[in-house]
């Protein structure tokens, strides 16, 4: 794996020599629009970088961004792939540790996901606060040694956290703040395990994040997540739930999503 890793991150370089990324995004579904706020960018499709996934979801379009937002260099994964689609709970390993080794040292997610939260409706962003992950699937499986036990009380940064909350604050946007339940799929949940996750103290539930999130503490990242919300979950309203419906309420509010995030990775601290 270090010899892909080290391949990988060569192939960049050789793409953007003066690349040196701080911060990894990721973006998921109704998150592409904040492309159009990096920075002289440089794009890479993931089929020229080793290792790299095909991502193989619309709406994910599987290219590497690097370049500025703000005073930051960044390196935005446009796409991710997700763990229904072939099983591989380590299908982001890779583009993570790549860009670890290119410097960055936070990772910010976002995805979309469903509302178990009736005061957070379709349109709302919610930063996590921590998540849930009923299926216990770990990218860290086969690994020896005792850097494998990760400790995960801190995954979502407080730090990070509290930034993505003063510049919603300042812009008067309602930020919500919550747990997020992976949710394996790719079918969606149905009513009874969405009273479960209820149950569990879940607010918000989505196919992605988790397998990403321990893959970044593992590596010692930072991690900030953000959710756009598309839908109420399965049995909260009468909405018929499909992929299609996702990304149209997605498109609704990523321009809004899209300039919010971007002004959250500005004010990070340098």
Same mark, same amino acid.
């Given at each position: 794996?270090?010899?892909?890793?080290?391949?990988?991150?060569?192939?960049?370089?050789?793409?953007?020599?003066?690349?040196?990324?701080?911060?990894?995004?990721?973006?998921?579904?109704?998150?592409?629009?904040?492309? +159009?706020?990096?920075?002289?960018?440089?794009?890479?499709?993931?089929?020229?970088?080793?290792?790299?996934?095909?991502?193989?979801?619309?709406?994910?379009?599987?290219?590497?961004?690097?370049?500025?937002?703000? $005073?930051?260099?960044?390196?935005?994964?446009?796409?991710?792939?997700?763990?229904?689609?072939?099983?591989?709970?380590?299908?982001?390993?890779?583009?993570?540790?790549?860009?670890?080794?290119?410097?960055?040292?936070?990772?910010?997610?976002?995805?979309?996901?469903?509302?178990?939260?009736?005061?957070?409706?379709?349109?709302?962003?919610?930063?996590?606060?921590?998540?849930?992950?009923?299926?216990?699937?770990?990218?860290?499986?086969?690994?020896?040694?005792?850097?494998?036990?990760?400790?995960?009380?801190?995954?979502?940064?407080?730090?990070?956290?509290?930034?993505?909350? $003063?510049?919603?604050?300042?812009?008067?946007?309602?930020?919500?703040?919550?747990?997020?339940?992976?949710?394996?799929?790719?079918?969606?949940?149905?009513? +009874?395990?969405?009273?479960?996750?209820?149950?569990?103290?879940?607010?918000?539930?989505?196919?992605?994040?988790?397998?990403?999130?321990?893959?970044?503490?593992?590596?010692?990242?930072?991690?900030?997540?953000?959710?756009?919300?598309?839908?109420?979950?399965?049995?909260?309203?009468?909405?018929?739930?499909?992929?299609?419906?996702?990304?149209?309420?997605?498109?609704?509010?990523?321009?809004?999503?899209?300039?919010?995030?971007?002004?959250?990775?500005?004010?990070?601290?340098?």
């Amino acid at each position: 794996m270090s010899e892909t890793i080290a391949r990988a991150a060569g192939q960049v370089r050789t793409r953007a020599p003066g690349a040196r990324p701080r911060i990894a995004v990721i973006l998921g579904s109704g998150w592409g629009d904040v492309t +159009a706020h990096v920075q002289d960018p440089v794009r890479v499709p993931y089929a020229d970088i080793e290792g790299f996934p095909a991502a193989g979801v619309q709406g994910h379009s599987g290219e590497l961004w690097l370049g500025r937002i703000g $005073a930051h260099e960044v390196a935005v994964l446009s796409g991710r792939k997700h763990v229904y689609e072939e099983g591989d709970v380590q299908a982001m390993k890779v583009p993570l540790l790549t860009l670890q080794a290119l410097g960055c040292q936070e990772l910010v997610q976002t995805n979309a996901a469903g509302s178990l939260d009736e005061h957070m409706p379709a349109g709302s962003l919610m930063v996590l606060s921590d998540h849930i992950n009923p299926s216990q699937r770990t990218p860290l499986l086969g690994e020896t040694g005792t850097g494998r036990f990760v400790d995960m009380a801190n995954a979502y940064d407080a730090g990070l956290r509290g930034i993505a909350k $003063a510049v919603a604050a300042k812009a008067a946007i309602t930020l919500h703040e919550g747990v997020y339940v992976w949710h394996l799929g790719p079918q969606f949940e149905t009513p +009874a395990e969405i009273r479960m996750f209820k149950a569990f103290g879940g607010n918000a539930v989505g196919m992605s994040t988790v397998p990403e999130t321990i893959l970044a503490r593992r590596a010692g990242m930072r991690v900030l997540a953000l959710s756009l919300i598309t839908n109420m979950a399965c049995g909260l309203s009468d909405e018929t739930l499909s992929h299609a419906h996702t990304l149209a309420q997605a498109k609704a509010s990523s321009a809004a999503a899209a300039t919010f995030l971007r002004d959250v990775i500005a004010a990070i601290d340098p």
